[in-house]
């Protein structure tokens, strides 16, 4: 059984740093690309981040380039991700998710596997 857990988040003062982890189970990580997506209430689900198989190559959403670092660690099946210089617009549930594709990694519905969501709230 595939499962991707996640865990982290919070609330947090606009300014301070979270970091989300997603550890992965029933699945060989290093044959899926790995991402980060969010959704705010009345908003579609959007991309944040995602790492390629083997983390030489990141990618990130243009609001989120420069605070928020996504990593992973195929060895503990872990994938996480740092988000610093958090704002109010961060405010969010994020969730980690699994592609085996090859398509564009920002296309949601080419993911496979997704985490429980997680809430991060950032006031000001």
């Known amino acids: 059984q595939v499962q991707l857990v996640q865990s982290g988040g919070g609330v947090v003062q606009a300014g301070g740093s979270l970091r989300l982890s997603c550890a992965a189970s029933g699945l060989a990580i290093e044959n899926y690309r790995m991402s980060w997506f969010r959704q705010a209430p009345g908003k579609e689900r959007e991309f944040v981040a995602g790492?390629?198989?083997?983390?030489?190559?990141?990618y990130y959403e243009d609001s989120v380039k420069g605070r928020f670092t996504i990593s992973r660690d195929n060895a503990k099946k872990l994938v996480t991700l740092q988000m610093n210089s958090l704002k109010p617009e961060d405010t969010a549930i994020y969730y980690c998710?699994?592609?085996?594709?090859?398509?564009?990694?920002?296309?949601?519905?080419?993911?496979?596997?997704w985490g429980q969501g997680t809430q991060v709230t950032v006031s000001s």
């Open positions: 790492v390629e198989w083997s983390g030489t190559h990141s």
């Open positions: 998710a699994a592609t085996r594709g090859y398509g564009d990694i920002k296309t949601i519905s080419g993911y496979n596997y």
